[in-house]
């Protein structure tokens, strides 16, 4: 006797909720030029998701897990809350990277120190 436990709807229902490949591309196109947009790295990115790690294979599973669990709405809300969260973050004082401040130029500082510290 055949299973029919499994019916085609479900089947379909199910088919439908992974990411086809070109999907996945575009997704991936957009969220580069979001985050570039937005000032933000994958690392804050994978900190808003609580993914874990900064790859981009790893945050768009984890991306590809919400709209498999509740749909491309789920996935956009997502999406909006976190821009929503990093808008208030950025409004908030001592926050961010104020004009003219240079991240890299502290790492040069930090990486001079230690050189110096091995001469001693």
């Given at each position: 006797?055949?299973?029919?436990?499994?019916?085609?709807?479900?089947?379909?229902?199910?088919?439908?909720?992974?990411?086809?490949?070109d999907?996945?591309?575009?997704?991936?196109?957009?969220?580069?030029?979001?985050?570039?947009?937005?000032?933000?790295?994958?690392?804050?990115?994978?900190?808003?998701?609580?993914?874990?790690?900064?790859?981009?294979?790893?945050?768009?599973?984890?991306?590809?897990?919400?709209?498999?669990?509740?749909?491309?709405?789920?996935?956009?809300?997502?999406?909006?809350?976190?821009?929503e969260?990093?808008?208030?973050?950025?409004?908030?004082?001592?926050?961010?990277?104020?004009?003219?401040?240079?991240?890299?130029?502290?790492?040069?500082?930090?990486?001079?120190?230690?050189?110096?510290?091995?001469?001693?």
């Amino acid at each position: 006797m055949p299973d029919h436990s499994s019916s085609p709807v479900s089947t379909a229902s199910a088919s439908d909720a992974s990411l086809s490949s070109d999907q996945l591309e575009n997704l991936q196109a957009f969220l580069k030029d979001w985050l570039r947009h937005q000032g933000r790295t994958q690392a804050d990115l994978r900190l808003a998701l609580r993914a874990e790690s900064i790859r981009m294979p790893v945050l768009l599973d984890t991306l590809q897990q919400l709209h498999a669990q509740g749909g491309l709405s789920a996935l956009a809300d997502r999406l909006c809350g976190i821009e929503e969260l990093w808008q208030r973050e950025e409004g908030e004082p001592g926050h961010g990277i104020e004009f003219g401040d240079d991240p890299l130029g502290q790492l040069d500082l930090l990486l001079e120190e230690i050189r110096q510290d091995r001469r001693i």
